[in-house]
């Protein structure tokens, strides 16, 4: 006869065996995704175009999405810095995205879409700016498994704690500035 202890052992390996077989499967499914962000203005690696920039209007530059898996309730978007002097800088947070969105044109959030509060403490896209030298600038598109639902004022960390567990896929463009 199996004790309390031993069955308690059983259950508890079982329970850590089934989440990292659905980590697992959460991963490889994000990586199947044929989801992709692109823009007219630059290339993945390319340099920034200063009129998406302090140095120029500061407008968001027109972004592209494709292969949005059919099972995506809604899309967000983040834009950061990783090589921010004080960590990665938030520049643009959106989330509730439609799904069925194709375009995000030049200074514009798609309509219904919300938008949270950036590491300057705005609502709006903040271009790069970097205080000196070649900064990189990630794009990241998230396909999600539902409408998130975050206060107005919400930031990157908020929207990342909500994302969790709901990520079907996952794309990412690249751009670099060095400030003028």
């Given at each position: 006869?199996?004790?309390f202890?031993?069955r308690?052992?059983?259950?508890?390996?079982?329970?850590?065996s089934?989440?990292?077989?659905?980590?697992?499967?959460?991963?490889?499914?994000?990586?199947?995704?044929?989801?992709?962000?692109?823009?007219?203005?630059?290339?993945?690696?390319?340099?920034?175009?200063?009129?998406?920039?302090?140095?120029?209007?500061?407008?968001?530059p027109?972004?592209?999405?494709?292969?949005?898996?059919?099972e995506?309730?809604?899309?967000?978007?983040?834009?950061?810095?990783?090589?921010a002097?004080?960590?990665?800088?938030?520049?643009?947070?959106?989330?509730?995205?439609?799904?069925?969105?194709?375009?995000?044109?030049?200074?514009?959030?798609?309509?219904?879409?919300?938008?949270?509060?950036?590491?300057?403490?705005?609502?709006?896209?903040?271009?790069p700016?970097?205080?000196?030298?070649?900064?990189?600038y990630?794009?990241?598109?998230?396909?999600?498994?539902?409408?998130?639902?975050?206060?107005?004022?919400s930031?990157?960390?908020?929207?990342?704690?909500?994302?969790?567990?709901?990520?079907?896929?996952?794309?990412?463009?690249?751009?670099?500035?060095?400030?003028r």
């Amino acid at each position: 006869m199996i004790g309390f202890r031993q069955r308690l052992l059983c259950a508890i390996v079982l329970a850590l065996s089934c989440a990292v077989t659905l980590q697992a499967k959460e991963a490889r499914e994000t990586k199947v995704s044929q989801l992709k962000l692109t823009s007219t203005a630059f290339s993945n690696s390319g340099s920034i175009p200063a009129t998406f920039t302090c140095d120029g209007s500061n407008a968001s530059p027109p972004l592209a999405i494709a292969g949005v898996p059919k099972e995506a309730r809604s899309l967000a978007l983040i834009m950061d810095d990783p090589d921010a002097p004080g960590g990665t800088w938030a520049h643009w947070v959106l989330w509730n995205i439609d799904p069925a969105t194709t375009q995000i044109a030049q200074g514009a959030i798609p309509r219904r879409a919300q938008q949270g509060e950036n590491s300057w403490r705005r609502k709006s896209y903040g271009g790069p700016c970097p205080p000196s030298g070649q900064h990189r600038y990630y794009f990241r598109l998230y396909a999600l498994s539902e409408r998130l639902n975050l206060p107005a004022n919400s930031t990157r960390k908020e929207l990342d704690l909500a994302m969790r567990g709901k990520i079907l896929a996952q794309a990412e463009l690249l751009g670099v500035y060095a400030h003028r």
